[in-house]
């Protein structure tokens, strides 16, 4: 399981509403080869698992992406250039 804290649950929650996403759509994490991982619009899929704040949908992750990150912890933090995401994984 991926464990999100609750400053980077608040940056989600702070992108989805600048991107104003319609009713069933939330932030889904991607990998972007070449790039590394994003961000992206998309709707719930059968196997994903949802990080949920209230009611709301916050963060997508589609198996592929789970049982990769298993145990990570997706945490958020301040740069230069603003918020931004930061993932980490203890080694096993």
């Known amino acids: 399981m991926i464990t999100i804290t609750e400053k980077a649950t ?9 991107q104003g996403l319609a ?8 990998w972007q080869p070449g790039m590394g991982f ?6 719930v899929q059968q196997d994903d698992q949802v990080v949920r704040s209230g009611e709301d949908d916050v963060l997508l992750i589609g198996t592929d992406i789970a049982d ?4 990570a912890t ?3 933090e301040e ?5 931004r995401l930061i993932i980490s994984k203890q080694a096993a």
Not at 10 to 18: G, H, M, T, Y
């Open 23 to 30: 009713e069933g759509q939330a932030l889904r994490l991607v």
């Open 79 to 83: 740069s230069p250039e603003g918020a």
């Open 38 to 43: 994003g961000l992206a619009i998309d709707e």
């Open 74 to 76: 997706i945490d958020s």
């Open 68 to 71: 990769a990150l298993d145990g």
């Open 10 to 18: 608040e940056e989600l929650k702070s992108i989805q509403q600048s």
